[in-house]
């Protein structure tokens, strides 16, 4: 059974760097396409960015397009986000999230992904 586990989050100022993990467990996370999502306090869950197995194919809210890297390694059951230039207005619980398919299609969309992680907050202020 697939399991998620993110990590890395933490308090940074205002144009600080950090970098998320997402570890799977129970599975090969290679056969499975990921999305990082975040929710704000009061707000909707928002797609962040979202990656294919094979790492081919990528996409990235125009928020953090620029800002935001996703990358993979399937190796060590691993994806990553690294968060640059990091603004107060990206403070939210991030989340990863699987679904069993090569690719996903409207990847940014939460209703695409059948399991979750337990997420881990990034808060940015000075």
């Known amino acids: 059974q697939l399991q998620l586990v993110e990590s890395g989050g933490g308090l940074v100022q205002p144009g600080g760097s950090l970098r998320l993990s997402c570890a799977a467990s129970g599975v090969t996370v290679g056969y499975y396409a990921i999305g990082w999502f975040r929710q704000a306090p009061g707000k909707e869950r928002e797609g962040v960015s979202c990656?294919?197995?094979?790492?081919?194919?990528?996409n990235y809210a125009d928020s953090v397009q620029g800002r935001f890297t996703i990358t993979r390694d399937n190796a060590k059951n691993t994806v990553y986000l690294q968060l640059n230039s990091l603004k107060p207005e990206d403070t939210a619980v991030y989340y990863c999230a699987a679904d069993r398919r090569p690719y996903v299609s409207a990847c940014l969309h939460a209703s695409k992904y059948a399991h979750w992680g337990q997420g881990t907050q990034v808060t940015v202020s000075s």
């Open positions: 990656i294919s197995t094979s790492g081919n194919i990528i």
